[in-house]
Nanobody, 125 residues
Framework: QDQLVESGGGLVQAGGSLRLSCAAS????????MGWFRQAPGKERDFVAA????????YYADSLKGRFTISRDNAKNTVYLQMNSLKPEDTAVYYC??????????????????WGQGTQVTVSS
């Protein structure tokens, strides 16, 4: 079973930037689509961004286009989420997820097979 470990979260002021990383330990990473989701307290887990196996195709939540960028390095088994112009409403636990056989483009959490433990992002006003 693949393991995913997120890092890079923390406390940042509004307007600042963070780059999240998600390192995968399994052999299937380079053949899998990857996604980022986030969950704020008391809210559902929301889709943030997704990327196909090669990195050639990406999808974003409409509200985040232009501020967030997903990328991957298959040689390092790592997917990234660059977050710019952060706002207090971006505060959440951010999770990376791997989709081996699901329709990853839908952005539905149930299309993803493996999940990391999450990393907290807090944006102060």
């Amino acid at each position: 079973q693949d393991q995913l470990v997120e890092s890079g979260g923390g406390l940042v002021q509004a307007g600042g930037s963070l780059r999240l990383s998600c390192a995968a330990s399994g052999r299937t990473f380079r053949f899998s689509a990857m996604g980022w989701f986030r969950q704020a307290p008391g809210k559902e887990r929301d889709f943030v961004a997704a990327i196909n196996w090669s990195g050639a195709t990406t999808y974003y939540a409409d509200s985040l286009k232009g501020r967030f960028t997903i990328s991957r390095d298959n040689a390092k088994n790592t997917v990234y989420l660059q977050m710019n112009s952060l706002k207090p409403e971006d505060t959440a636990v951010y999770y990376c997820a791997q989709s081996r056989s699901g329709d990853w483009r839908t952005g539905r959490p149930d299309e993803y097979d493996y999940w990391g433990q999450g990393t907290q992002v807090t944006v102060s006003s």
